[in-house]
T-cell receptor, first 112, second 113 residues
């Protein structure tokens, strides 16, 4: 059972455009939602994270939008740059000691 | 120091070999994890150590043997692996087991021949 569903699997965006990646979860006990960025040959790096008591969090060009009632959250990358080309994973966990559950990943390519 | 360091970066081993992967962190994190990642897939949890004790084993074959000698070190001992075990092996740590931000290492790219 895939507890965190991520879409799209791949995304091509022009430089300067907005990249949007969506995730949906099933477990209502989840209370921590991070996004990870992974470059080829490297481990995932924490990009930004949100808790369900806020609907939006912004850090630079990266914004998480969170809809608790719909059990959905999304990552928006504004002014996308070629250096943003990477695989992005959403994830979720709860404070009962459950493990970090990853979405399937989105391969983003930003064209110059 | 805000890093998780993994060695070696690359490893090629035969199916009869014994090798070990090493992971080190000096952030004072008390939870450490081993993940396996196949190409174009998300990381899959293998083991969790919390306060140096094995807390989770996600039904990993016994040819993978984890060890946590102290709060900063995590090893993964490999023996009699199969070609399908070839993958990127990631170590991660977090302040506590559960919902805190994980810091991942760069991984060891393992090839079993």
């Amino acid at each position: 059972q895939q507890q965190v569903k991520q879409s799209p699997q791949s995304l091509i965006v022009q430089k300067g455009g907005i990249s949007i990646i969506n995730c949906a979860y099933e477990n209502t006990a989840f209370d921590y939602f991070p996004w990870y960025q992974q470059f080829p040959g490297k481990g995932p790096a924490l990009l930004i994270a949100i808790r369900p008591d806020v609907s939006e969090k912004k850090e630079g060009r990266f914004t998480i939008s969170f809809n608790k009632s719909a059990k959905q959250f999304s990552l928006h990358i504004m002014d996308s740059q070629p250096g943003d080309s990477a695989t992005y994973f959403c994830a979720a966990s709860d404070n009962a000691g459950n493990m970090l559950t990853f979405g399937g990943g989105t391969r983003l390519m930003v064209k110059p | 120091d805000t890093e998780v360091t993994q060695t070696p970066k690359h490893l090629v081993m035969g199916m009869t070999n014994k090798k070990s992967l090493k992971c080190e962190q000096h952030m004072g994190h008390r939870a450490m994890y081993w993940y396996k990642q196949k190409a174009k897939k998300p990381p899959e949890l293998m083991f969790v150590y919390s306060y140096e004790k094995l807390s989770i084993n996600e039904s990993v074959p016994s040819r993978f043997s984890p060890e946590c000698p102290n709060s900063s070190l995590l090893n993964l001992h490999l023996h009699a692996l199969q070609p399908e075990d070839s993958a990127l092996y990631l170590c991660a740590s977090s302040r506590q087991w559960g919902n805190y931000g994980y810091t991942f290492g760069s991984g060891t790219r393992l090839t079993v021949v």
